[in-house]
């Protein structure tokens, strides 16, 4: 298993991920490939026997103290093996190479599995979004982590 930066030529292999994860809630096309482009997001993959197998995105603009989580997705194949606990550190080390104070995410009320990864990487919830998930009538917790606490004091 191994995890490099994603790029624009991902997008087919992210787009299979994205939609297999979030079905009717998938980002289309044009919205991924923007994200994938931009200047103010990174973006990782994990690839294993050539193959890619999770994605992940953090939204942290240039001089920002604040970044986002934008998603993190995996094939149910390799699902429960801590290669999410693996992307999501990738995330949190590059906002911190960014400077980065705060990061938020949103999870679902109803995804107890994300919830646990978060808080066990000392997130903590700090509000809710009622119905945030289209359909679904679903809540969204709101989560931060501030990386100096994290970090033991060094931002």
Do not use: C
């Amino acid at each position: 298993m191994s995890l490099r930066p994603a790029s624009v030529d991902d997008l087919a292999a992210i787009m299979v991920l994205e939609r297999a994860a979030f079905g009717g809630d998938a980002w289309s096309d044009d919205v991924m490939r923007a994200e994938l482009a931009s200047p103010h997001t990174w973006y990782v993959v994990a690839e294993e026997d050539g193959r890619l197998v999770g994605y992940a995105g953090l939204r942290a603009p240039g001089g920002s103290k604040d970044a986002d989580v934008q998603t993190i997705a995996l094939d149910e194949t390799v699902r429960g093996r801590g290669l999410g606990r693996g992307i999501f550190r990738a995330l949190l080390a590059e906002a911190a190479r960014r400077g980065v104070s705060e990061v938020f995410l949103d999870v679902r009320d109803d995804n107890a599995p994300a919830q646990s990864l978060y808080a066990s990487e000392g997130f903590e919830a700090i509000g809710r979004r009622p119905n945030y998930y289209p359909g679904e009538g679903v809540d969204a917790i709101v989560m931060r982590l501030r990386l100096a606490a994290r970090e033991g004091g060094a931002a």
